[in-house]
Every structure is written in C-alpha cells, then in structure tokens.
C-alpha cells in the first residue's frame, strides 16, 4: 500500500502543478507523498509560494535549491531531519515553515537566507542554531518553541528587525549578554525554560510589551526591567522570587497584566517588617517621626501599578498585605490571592472600586473586611477553605455579585439576612451545615434564584426545599452545595479517606 499510496500522491501533485499554471503557487496537504522527484522540481522552478504539509516527506532532493523563486515555503508536519545544502539558493525566501518536523540541526550556510523574514522551527529536535544565525538580519518573527535549545547563539542579539519571538518550552539556561540590543523585540515568550537570571541590561529592549517569564528558575529581576516602560503584560508566574521587585516594577506605567503566581514570595520588600508592625501602629500615633517611619515600612509597593488591571499572586507564601496604597490601583479590575497564608486583610481593599473579581481561597482568613462588602463593582468572591466563622452583615451591599463561594469554612454555620438583597446572584456554594442553618427568608431567596434561572433559560422552574426536606446519607461528609442553572443541586462529597466525587440529584419539593 505504501508504494501506490505514494503514487497516487505524486499523480495528485503533477495535477496540482499543472493547475497551478502561472499563478506560481502549489498547495498540497495531507497526503502520502515521502519524496519529491527531482523531475518535477524541475518543472516547478516557476512557483513563488509552495505548502507542502503533512505529506510524509523524509528528506529533500538536493536539487531543492533551484526553485529561486519561492517567497513562501511551508513544508510543516513532515518528518525532515535535515535540509539539503542547496537550501542557501533559496534567495528570495521571505518566510519559512518546517514546524513539525524532527530537524535536529541546521547548517550554517541555511543563514544565507537574508531575505528572511518569518521563521516558523518549532517542534522540531533543535538543539542548537548555527552561530551565524544572527546574519538573518531581515527577520521580524522567530519561533522556536517546543525545541531542546540550551542557549542561543552569541550573534543572536544582531537581528535587530526581531519584534515577536517564541523560545519557551525548551532547556535555555541563559540569554545572550547582549539580549537587549534586541531593540525592535515586541513579544518575547520564554516560558518553560531552565533561566536562572536575565541579563543585567535586559532592560534595553524597551519596545517590550508582552514579555513571558513563567516556569523558569528566575531568583531576582535585572534593575534595568525598570526601563520596560511600553511592557504591558508580565508573566513571572512558577519562579523563585521571595520578594516583590517594587523598585524594578513602579516605573512600568502601560502595565495591564501581571503574573506573580507560584512563586516563594513571602514579603513585599527585602526586609520587610511589616509582618511584625501590623498591630503596632496605635503606639506610634503620638510619635510623628515614627508614624513616618511606620508608613514607608508599611508602603504599598503596588500602589504604583495604578494601569494594571489582572494581579494574580496565588501561590505563594505571603502572611500579610500592605495596608495603604490600594486606592492607586484604580483600574484594577480582578486580584488573585488565592492558597498564600493570609490570616486577615487590609481595610484598604474596600477602596478599589473597579474590582469585579476577587480569589481569596486557601488562606487562613477568619473575618473579611466590612469595607471590602460594600465594594458596588463586585461580582465575583471566592474565599472558599478558609476559617472564616462569619460574613459581615453588609454583604448585601455587593449589588452586581453574580458567584459567591463560601465552601470548606467549617466553622462557618449561617449566613447574613442581607444575603437576599444579592438580585444578580446566580451561584452559591456553601458547606451543607451552613446551608440548614438558613432561615425561611434565605431559604425562600435560594429557590427564588433557581426560579430566575430557569426562567432566563426558558424551561420550567424546578424548586428549591426547604431546610427541613434536604436529607444526606453521607453523614461524616464535607457538602458542598451550588444551585447549578439546570435547576439540579449538586452534593459535593468526600468521607475521610476517601476520594472526592460528586452526585448529582434533583431534589422534589
């Protein structure tokens, strides 16, 4: 089968060519072609844009040089291990794509291709690029992900026209000293790699805007990241930062994400006291130089954020937050703070007054701030595991709240009656103790939400019961329970030592 396969593939090809006429360009995919003729090469010295993708192809002819036309090649997700030397002919090439391929290596002379522009290498075998790789000094978009690279080449940083590069999910250890000449360089994702640190002058790619950084080995930020002024997005998420880089990061006013999870950060700023001054501020009320001193002490290193609309910090060790400065962070709209060792929160959350979305679970919180209730723009709350034993009576306040999830806050065993000013309310998880302790009024507000929903979804309304009606024969469980928009009620369940699963039920009045 496999010789006529490849039979009919070529007679699918000459067709193809023959179509193609003089509009100088062949499109071929999926087929079971394995190997070009030279022959039909021949014929082919025409075309200017050829896609030959997913034909199985091992190798090229060496006479794959002569088509000195081509502006555009895509030989993606074949099985080429190597490209033939009379690849350097290809003059004309504007843009390259053999991703998908098992390239362990490229010549040197493949770097003769000077009118490249996008070079498209990853998920190859590559372990290296030729040393002369910088020569491809015409080249806007490199990607390389998905390789087994270890460094870079020295020449690297003189493809100065470089403005999108892809090298994650490879083995980079280090960057060019002089990656920052790198000035034209939009986004660069470096992700899953092995990067203990950045070069000193990383800085000087100030054209940066999306930079990722997760899941590498970084301990600390170059002091020239503060001159990344145009970078807007910043992923540092799965390194090994123990403190934030506020003196790096306060500059960067266009920043709109950032990315701080998994991370070991524990303290805001190297030596930070803060963790021992919470309760500490009456005694220095009379004491204006050390009310001073308190206040730096207990600045807030993310007040200078204040463009920055997504903060994710899940995931690391933090004990405390700053306690002023939130009301910089204007346009913050979702904070993260999910699995840290937070015990209690700052009033000053109360006073940011876009944030839609706020992720609390995992902590150690006991209460939450009466101010960060009544923020308006609050529309979903997660403090889910935590140890809280009470919600603030305002919560009612939280006019546009669309999910509120209260689950694994054992002590946790009733709900304030301003719950049932909640109208936009749609999701509420709650553990089955604090459910049954719920009033008629809340109880009657629960099913009123499951009306609304199967109202919005044009089938019939299906009831929520009383307290009184809901039975458990898991008697040593954890329930959790959520009005889900089928109008079912979902038991999330687990008995000690035992896997966690769930059971679905519709429960009758």
């Not at 193809?16 to 995919?29: M, Q, S, T, Y």
Request: aromatic share 4%.
């Amino acid at each position: 089968m496999g010789a006529g396969a490849s039979t009919r593939a070529l007679e699918e090809l000459e067709a193809a060519l023959h179509g193609a006429g003089d509009a100088g360009k062949l499109v071929v995919r999926h087929c079971d072609l394995r190997a070009l003729p030279p022959e039909l090469l021949a014929r082919a010295t025409h075309l200017r844009e050829l896609t030959l993708e997913h034909a199985k192809l091992r190798q090229l002819p060496a006479s794959f040089g002569c088509l000195v036309l081509l502006e555009r090649l895509s030989l993606a997700g074949n099985q080429l291990e190597t490209l033939p030397l009379s690849f350097r002919e290809l003059q004309r090439l504007e843009e390259l794509d053999v991703s998908a391929n098992a390239l362990h290596s490229l010549l040197g002379n493949f770097c003769d291709l000077i009118a490249l522009r996008r070079l498209h290498l990853h998920s190859n075998a590559l372990r290296k690029l030729p040393r002369e790789f910088g020569a491809l000094r015409s080249l806007e978009l490199l990607d390389v992900r998905n390789n087994m690279l270890r460094k870079l080449p020295a020449s690297f940083p003189c493809l100065t026209r470089l403005s999108r590069l892809d090298a994650s999910r490879n083995k980079l250890k280090k960057l060019p000293a002089a990656f920052g000449n790198l000035r034209a360089l939009r986004v660069c994702h470096l992700g899953r790699n092995a990067l203990q640190e950045l070069p000193e002058l990383f800085g000087m790619a100030t054209s940066l805007e999306v930079l990722a950084l997760q899941h590498n080995a970084l301990y600390k930020l170059p002091a020239s990241f503060a001159e990344l002024t145009n970078l807007t997005s910043l992923s540092v998420t799965g390194n090994r930062l123990e403190s934030f880089p506020g003196d790096q990061l306060r500059s960067l006013n266009a920043l709109v994400t950032l990315s701080y999870a998994e991370n070991r950060l524990s303290q805001w700023q190297l030596g930070d006291r803060s963790v021992h001054l919470e309760d500490q501020d009456e005694g220095f009320q009379d004491d204006a130089e050390a009310t001073e001193e308190l206040s730096n002490v207990l600045g807030n290193p993310l007040s200078a954020l204040n463009t920055v609309q997504y903060l994710d910090f899940s995931d690391n060790t933090l004990v405390t937050l700053p306690r002023r400065g939130w009301s910089q962070l204007g346009e913050l709209l979702e904070l993260k703070l999910a699995r840290n060792r937070l015990e209690r929160l700052p009033a000053g959350l109360g006073a940011l007054r876009k944030l839609r979305r706020l992720d609390l679970a995992g902590n150690k919180l006991t209460v939450l701030p009466t101010a960060l209730l009544s923020l308006k723009t609050l529309e979903c709350l997660d403090v889910q595991q935590n140890t809280l034993q009470e919600l603030p009576a305002n919560v009612g306040e939280c006019e546009k709240l669309d999910q509120l999830v209260l689950t694994r806050n054992r002590q946790l065993h009733g709900l304030p009656a301003s719950l049932c000013r909640l109208s936009r309310l749609r999701e509420l998880r709650v553990d089955r103790l604090c459910f049954l302790a719920l009033d008629d009024d809340q109880t009657e507000f629960c099913r009123g939400l499951a009306k609304q929903i199967r109202q919005l979804e044009h089938r019939q309304p299906v009831a929520i019961p009383k307290t009184h009606e809901i039975r458990s024969t898991e008697q040593q469980a954890d329930a959790a329970l959520m009005a889900s928009s089928d109008g079912h009620v979902e038991w999330r369940a687990s008995q000690v030592g035992s896997a966690e699963r769930w059971v679905s039920s519709t429960l009758k009045q």
